[in-house]
């Protein structure tokens, strides 16, 4: 069932377009940089955004930095929205329930299958960076140091290590979109109900973050630590906001995925 899933996932053109047009904004903000040679000032903009000039290794990270705060979560409410609600809309998800497939292996499926999604397009928004930056931008120092958001200078190895962990941290801060959704997808039939549920949540949070009086409830948000990943490149590296980053991802996905397959294994199938 999980492969069938997965296979079914990468066969829909939907998956690709929507990695492609994840890809469109980072494509065109590294070409309008390498043309104008302008980039915002330290501290402004997306995070290393104006370090890219010098170093275009760096680009991976700024790419992710600009799809992270709404690109890639609509991306993944979408896909995980229509996971089962897609399924119902479409009345195929009745026919599958006939078959002999328990409901929570039906659902793990699906909840593999999206899983699969975030990776495949975090991993592709990074990579599609690292050849877009060294193509336009350029390789950066001679001597393969890079500088790091503390002002201290990092090695090649120790760029790609932080890099690969910025990827693992960025698909963990999407889970709870994910899970968010795929809860949501069990209760509807719509799959765009579902991702605009999703998507409303998260809107809520990145608006509660800006509002003072909302300070007691920030540090729960789940947008709150989206970002943190930029302290990978710290020295020494800044760890607080990174684990409770992963922490608070954790609860949500389990608080969530809970309820999804308490309401899916218990609820009428009539489509």
Do not use: C
């Not at 069932?1 to 994840?22: D, G, N, S």
């Not at 009345?91 to 497939?101: D, K, M, Q, S």
């Not at 998260?202 to 990943?229: E, G, K, M, N, V």
């Amino acid at each position: 069932m999980i492969r069938v899933e997965l296979v079914k996932m990468l066969r829909r053109p939907r998956t690709w377009i929507t990695i492609l047009m994840l890809n469109a904004l980072p494509t065109l903000v590294a070409v309008l940089l390498a043309v104008t040679d302008i980039g915002p000032q330290p501290g402004e903009g997306p995070a290393f955004l104006s370090a890219v000039l010098t170093d275009g290794t760096l680009f991976p990270l700024a790419a992710l930095a600009i799809v992270l705060p709404l690109f890639m979560p609509v991306a993944v409410a979408v896909v995980a929205g229509d996971a089962v609600a897609g399924e119902a809309a479409g009345g195929t998800l009745r026919y599958v329930l006939t078959r002999p497939v328990r409901r929570t292996t039906l659902l793990v499926a699906k909840l593999v299958s999206v899983l699969a999604f975030v990776l495949l397009a975090v991993v592709v928004v990074a990579a599609v960076g690292y050849v877009v930056g060294r193509l336009l931008l350029g390789g950066g120092d001679a001597s393969g140091l890079v500088t790091g958001v503390s002002g201290s200078s990092l090695t090649s190895t120790q760029l790609v290590e932080r890099t690969l962990m910025s990827v693992v941290y960025v698909s963990l801060s999407m889970l709870g979109v994910a899970a968010m959704a795929l809860m949501l997808s069990t209760f509807t039939d719509s799959a765009i109900g579902a991702a605009l549920g999703a998507l409303a949540f998260l809107i809520a949070s990145t608006l509660l973050l800006t509002l003072d009086a909302a300070a007691a409830l920030q540090p729960y948000l789940p947008t709150r630590y989206w970002l943190s990943f930029v302290d990978l490149f710290r020295d020494p590296i800044h760890w607080r906001d990174l684990t409770r980053g992963v922490g608070l991802q954790g609860v949500y996905v389990l608080v969530f995925l809970g309820v999804a397959w308490a309401n899916f294994t218990t609820k009428d199938i009539t489509s």
